[in-house]
């Protein structure tokens, strides 16, 4: 079964490991790639935003469980796969086989034609000369009704619209899109969303969690293969959502937690990289999303 990469793999331990040492394992790794001990370094911060990622999920028992049940579910859908490309394989040997087969077949019916045509000759000219003896007409009595096929109704492709849904044509640079309000704004964390391994633009909202009903707090646009940084965001829980601008997909993130800790120094806030792959080993979980949820 092919493994993915997982928060797991992200911290170094194995997917059974108890929680002292997933906490000891994040602590070393942070010692380690920390910003402020790697000055210069700028992968540092990247590494560091996937790091507190990986603790976050698998320091909450909750969350843990939804990321296990997220790795069985792209391992086994990765063995199916690979299940259907052995199948795939097989099927080519199978019409190589028949295809070898064929043309054998045909080369020894040429070869008995060629041995025998006088006969066959003959033949061809008693049967031609038996159908110029049936009369020219048809039989009298009903026709038999011929129904041309209704063409059957094909849905039709997605097309990328040519405005924004503000009526607007899209950004030229990745930012916020002109029209909707900004909310969440008095606070100190901040959602970087990475679209560099993605060759599609994205129109993307930052969706409040709190409360009864989820709601868009942000909603923004970013290029192929660009990125984006939402600053002075409001601690709470959010997640994002999507739609690729070049299939017209809908997908979302799995939930994530922004906080503001009151330090002796100040205040300890979030700084979160929420990197978008159409690949099953990238550092974010995404759904399926549907029209009446983005």
């Not at 000759?121 to 003896?133: E, T, W």
Request: with cysteine.
């Amino acid at each position: 079964m092919p493994k993915v990469h997982s928060h797991y793999e992200n911290l170094k331990v194995s997917r059974d490991a108890p929680p002292e040492v997933i906490r000891a394992a994040y602590l070393s790794l942070s010692l380690k790639y920390h910003p402020d001990r790697n000055p210069g370094d700028p992968d540092a911060e990247r590494i560091m935003s996937i790091l507190n990622t990986a603790f976050e999920t698998l320091s909450d028992s909750e969350k843990r469980r939804a990321h296990d049940r997220w790795i069985a579910q792209a391992e086994a859908a990765g063995s199916e796969t690979k299940g259907r490309q052995q199948a795939g394989r097989n099927f080519a040997c199978i019409l190589r086989d028949l295809r070898q087969l064929i043309v054998t077949k045909a080369r020894q019916v040429v070869a008995h034609v060629f041995r025998y045509w006088l006969w066959y000759g003959i033949g061809a000219i008693i049967i031609i000369g038996a159908l110029d003896n049936k009369p020219s007409t048809p039989p009298s009595g009903p026709k038999p009704y011929i129904s041309t096929p209704i063409q059957e109704r094909v849905a039709p492709e997605y097309v990328r619209p040519a405005v924004a849904p503000n009526g607007e044509p899209w950004p030229l640079m990745s930012g916020y899109v002109a029209g909707y309000q900004s909310m969440n704004t008095d606070g100190l964390s901040t959602v970087t969303v990475d679209n560099t391994q993605n060759d599609s633009d994205v129109f993307v909202k930052l969706v409040s969690l709190d409360g009864q009903n989820a709601f868009p707090v942000r909603t923004f646009f970013i290029l192929a293969r660009g990125t984006f940084t939402l600053n002075q965001v409001t601690a709470g829980s959010y997640d994002i959502r999507y739609r690729d601008l070049s299939t017209g997909g809908l997908s979302r993130s799995e939930s994530f937690q922004l906080q503001e800790i009151p330090t002796d120094d100040g205040t300890q806030f979030s700084n979160i990289t929420m990197t978008l792959y159409k690949v099953l080993n990238g550092n974010m979980q995404t759904y399926e999303l549907s029209e009446n949820e983005f």
